[in-house]
């Protein structure tokens, strides 16, 4: 496509400067510093008992990750759930580059390592870390703190995040730990009740009761995790990286969780390792698939059965759940801990990590929690956070770098979208609020009005109400509007409370909590277990649009209901969110008898909702301020700032010089269209390609420019759009010289080598568009007038794609006489258009110059240019050889054709004219030359002698003078 000339006018030399400066200091920011330290890996299977005084071993399949520099600390890293050590090469790799060791092991079940999976029991994979760090203090690459006490931290996310909460519970020898987006109790993770007397603090870790009745199955989210299990599908966490801080949507990594690391070496490369979609059960060695259970102990599928059969856990099954739950532990832990936490998880929630930080922090150890804008529905830590980590790690392990703390850190994405992104920023409070620290929980009671409403739990709990998509959640986190549209309450489900209008904003930070009424139906039957509800906390706007913070819901239970109708009060707390409400917005509760997420109850039945104090209540709502955390800027990156500035700065006085430049005006010819002096275009090696052109057209013209292939037709067009620079001479358009980005070409309407539009828009969306690209007003496009002259009629309302190839040149044509520029120019017009297209187009052409404009046409189309052009202009060989309008050009000599009625008469009265030379008869046709003799006073002596004359004119055609003036 042609580079449209008022586009060339903006995009002159000095903006092309600054782009280039721009994108410098981008590549100078982003790519500033050495290339990442090589790392070195080696695999290894390590032996470990498959239980405790067992004689039978296990196998676990490692990779050890080694920095340039050995002796160093160690970090373990285990995996998520359902994923193997390639799950977290790119995590081990950047942690490796930062000076650590680094173990990357499959757990037992998973990958090619052998036994089954027991949900990080302590008897069984935290055991095996255990082993793993006794391997740790025998490599001569770790650096030990005693004899078998390896310098290690732990780091992990989900399943993993709990392996190295429990195993700092049980090992003094780990020094830290920093777990990621992990539970603190399985038990109250997939079975929680969020109905509770007393206050809330932040976030609440809702338990079930000891015979596991109290808890509302998470259903959805805990056959994923089984089927995980089962058939090796993988579940080792989000494959998108969250959000940060200062990064828009696009610039996130996706899946980094499978991404091939970098800086590897093939000394058993980290890029050589399998896939993450390694499945259990097929690495050589494997523990075969156990029935039903797949890779699952006996006691673990029989917990999930029960549960998933009846939607309660039995004692046996809370054991087990239990067993393997980092809360068993927390009380022991006394390592520094940094607890990350994602804002966007219905899996484990802020909640969980609430518990583990207030059951650590009660040892004394030193805590720092992070909320990201992520989870296992809003992905992994980015490259930010886990620098973060690392920073903690290099600290606590290293003693180098700054002492991260223990400020409580949590990310705010505002409610409004740009260009498809969030607005993200973090906000760090002096320290987590609810452990003593400086920082406090400030609750605001925002005011709920609704009177009591009746709601039904329909028969087998369907059809249900719509939350959350567990395991699709990443890409509706990342979408307010497709949230509120896969966001269901079912009618006649749901009862809903609301707030007044906000009048200011208001940035929940936590568990809100309030105060209910439930009561059943007097004469209906209460369902067995109680009643079973689900709350959220909707940010409704003005326009009916609603949003559910991190498609987060309560299920809450409530186990006795008097049959007499007798209300209930109950204390709920709500899920743990960060969602800044705007200004104008409302709060909105819901109180829902189903959620497809959950095992909803059986039984149909009635119940009646209402706010603890009637038709009005309060939700309180918790804030924790802060300030906004300020990312360091590299220092290279500021040299980077200022070399842009510097190069800015010089662009713009060559701008200023240039622009002084273009306004070289011949004032004689500030009305003339056209002028061209002495106009020269050489090439190096000798090639001229024009030389010593010179012409002048002026208002109502439509000039053909006419020469063979390699006259310099197309040169000549290119030095008058600005896009080549003339060798010698100089080119004038209304007496101002052109120039590379001359603002006088935003008077030239053209196009030159072909037209390109895009094929899904229609012609007129086309049109708009290239409008657009020049930056002037849309009264000044004249639309109606261009499509009118081209002549397009109703096709311009169709797609491109559906044009003939006319009808892409009149959009072409179109396209160039937007604005109704006052000179036209355009290059080889009907190329491939029939003879009725070229019909039409003459007709366009003609049109146009009549209203006063000017038009240059190049083109080998003789017979075209005679029909079309008023004057010509003929190059050979890129000089000019003739000059002038078409007519005389045609007509040369001046030879006639005169058509009479008798011929040889006719013939003896031109040869007694004085002047005439050669005179023959054709036919009813009689040529003469008449050698300057008018036409007209040849014309009336025939009439004179009584010749009829039928038709009179010249008889040579342009093509004839064409060839006489170029020599063929």
């Not at 290339?35 to 490692?62: F, K, M, Y």
Request: aromatic share 4%; net charge negative.
């Amino acid at each position: 496509m042609a580079i449209p000339s008022r586009l060339r006018g903006r995009w002159s030399l000095p903006a092309l400067v600054v782009l280039v400066a721009l994108v410098g200091g981008v590549v100078v920011w982003t790519r500033g510093g050495d290339d990442p330290p090589q790392v070195h890996t080696r695999d290894a299977v390590i032996d470990v008992p498959e239980a405790p005084g067992s004689d039978r071993a296990l196998q676990i399949d490692t990779t050890l990750y080694l920095p340039e520099k050995t002796p160093a600390p160690a970090i373990l890293l285990p995996h998520g759930f359902g994923g193997s050590k390639n799950s977290v090469a790119t995590e081990a790799t950047e942690l490796a580059q930062r000076g650590f060791v680094v173990l990357t092991y499959s757990a037992r079940g998973f990958g090619r390592s052998t036994g089954q999976i027991s949900l990080n029991s302590v008897d069984h994979e935290v055991n095996d870390a255990k082993r793993l760090l006794d391997w740790l203090a025998t490599r001569q690459e770790v650096m030990t703190d005693a004899p078998g006490d390896p310098r290690v931290g732990v780091t992990g996310g989900s399943y993993g995040g709990a392996l190295a909460l429990s195993l700092a519970g049980v090992d003094p020898r780990v020094d830290t730990i920093a777990p990621t987006i992990t539970f603190n109790d399985l038990a109250s993770a997939l079975l929680p009740n969020h109905g509770a007397t007393g206050e809330a603090v932040d976030t609440r870790t809702p338990t079930p009761g000891p015979s596991g009745d109290a808890g509302v199955f998470k259903r959805s989210w805990s056959g994923l995790f089984f089927s995980a299990g089962l058939g090796g599908g993988n579940m080792s966490g989000p494959t998108q990286e969250a959000p940060e801080a200062g990064q828009d949507d696009d610039q996130q990594v996706g899946a980094a969780a499978t991404a091939a690391p970098e800086g590897s070496t093939a000394e058993g490369s980290a890029t050589g390792q399998p896939g993450q979609g390694q499945q259990p059960g097929q690495g050589r060695g494997a523990a075969p698939l156990n029935g039903t259970c797949g890779r699952f102990a006996e006691d673990v599928c029989a917990a999930y059965n029960e549960i998933a059969t009846t939607g309660t856990a039995g004692q046996a099954s809370l054991d087990v759940l239990r067993r393997g739950s980092p809360s068993e532990l927390t009380g022991r832990i006394t390592q520094p801990t940094m607890i990350v936490q994602g804002e966007q998880d219905t899996l484990f929630g802020l909640d969980q990590a609430d518990a583990n930080a207030r059951q650590i922090a009660a040892t004394g150890a030193k805590v720092k929690v992070v909320w990201y804008a992520g989870g296992h529905d809003g992905g992994s830590p980015g490259p930010e956070l886990r620098g973060q980590i690392a920073d903690w790690m290099d600290f606590h392990l290293n003693g180098a770098g700054t002492d991260p703390g223990t400020t409580f850190q949590y990310a705010v994405q505002g409610a409004f979208r740009s260009s498809g992104s969030v607005a993200l920023r973090d906000v760090v409070a002096p320290a987590y609020p609810g452990l003593g620290g400086q920082a406090a929980v400030n609750r605001q009671d925002v005011a709920l009005t609704g009177r009591e409403q009746a709601v039904i739990n329909p028969a087998g709990g369907n059809p249900a109400s719509v939350s959350s998509l567990p395991g699709l959640g990443a890409a509706v986190s990342r979408s307010s509007s497709l949230s509120s549209r896969l966001t269901i309450d079912m009618p006649g489900q749901t009862a809903v409370f609301t707030s007044e209008a906000l009048t200011s904003q208001l940035l929940v930070t936590g568990a809100s909590t309030v105060r209910l009424k439930i009561a059943a139906v007097p004469g209906q039957a209460v369902p067995e277990g109680g009643a079973v509800l689900f709350a959220k906390l909707y940010d409704a706007d003005a326009n009916g649009g609603k949003v559910l913070p991190g498609s987060a819901v309560a299920p809450f239970r409530v186990p006795e209901l008097p049959a007499d109708g007798t209300p209930v009060e109950v204390s709920v707390s709500l899920p743990g969110v960060v969602r800044p409400v705007e200004s104008g917005h409302r709060l909105q509760l819901a109180v829902s008898t189903t959620d497809q997420a959950f095992a909803n109850a059986q039984e149909p039945a009635v119940y009646r909702i209402a706010l603890a104090d009637g038709d009005t209540g309060n939700v309180r709502v918790p804030v924790v301020t802060g300030s906004n955390r300020v990312s360091e800027v590299p220092a290279d990156a500021l040299w980077g700032i200022a070399g842009v500035l510097a190069l800015s700065a010089v662009a713009a006085v060559v701008a200023w010089f240039r622009r002084r430049l273009a306004t070289d005006l011949d004032p004689e010819l500030a009305e003339v269209p056209l002028v061209i002096k002495g106009l020269k275009k050489s090439y190096p090696g000798g090639l001229t390609a024009v030389n010593d052109l010179s012409f002048r057209v002026e208002h109502g013209q439509v000039l053909g420019l006419l020469g063979p292939n390699g006259a310099g037709k197309t040169t000549s067009l290119r030095m008058l759009m600005g896009l080549i620079q003339p060798s010698e001479g100089e080119i004038r358009v209304f007496g101002h010289r052109i120039t590379p980005g001359a603002p006088v070409l935003s008077r030239i309407g053209s196009f030159v080598e072909g037209s390109g539009f895009l094929p899904h828009l229609s012609g007129k969306a086309n049109l708009e568009l290239y409008w657009s690209a020049t930056g002037r007003p849309l009264e000044q496009a004249h639309f109606d007038e261009a499509l009118e002259i081209a002549g397009l009629g109703k096709a311009v309302h169709r797609k491109v794609r559906t044009y003939s190839q006319g009808m892409r040149q009149r959009l072409a044509i179109a396209q160039a006489m937007l604005g109704l520029p006052d000179l036209l120019v355009l290059d080889e017009p009907a190329n491939g258009l029939d003879p009725p297209q070229i019909h039409a187009m003459r007709d366009v052409l003609r049109r146009y110059a009549a209203a006063g404009r000017t038009v240059l046409v190049s083109s080998h189309l003789l017979a075209e240019v005679e029909q079309t052009c008023s004057h010509v202009v003929v190059m050979h060989k890129g000089a000019l050889v003739a000059a002038g309008p078409v007519e005389e050009i045609a007509t040369g000599s001046g030879e006639a054709t005169f058509r009479v009625d008798r011929p040889e008469e006719a013939a003896e009265v031109l040869r007694s004219l004085d002047g005439v030379l050669e005179v023959q008869v054709d036919g009813e046709q009689v040529h003469a030359a008449l050698n300057g003799t008018p036409r007209a006073e040849a014309l009336q002596a025939l009439v004179a002698a009584g010749v009829s004359v039928d038709q009179a004119g010249p008889r040579r055609r342009l093509e004839d003078a064409f060839l006489e003036l170029v020599g063929e």
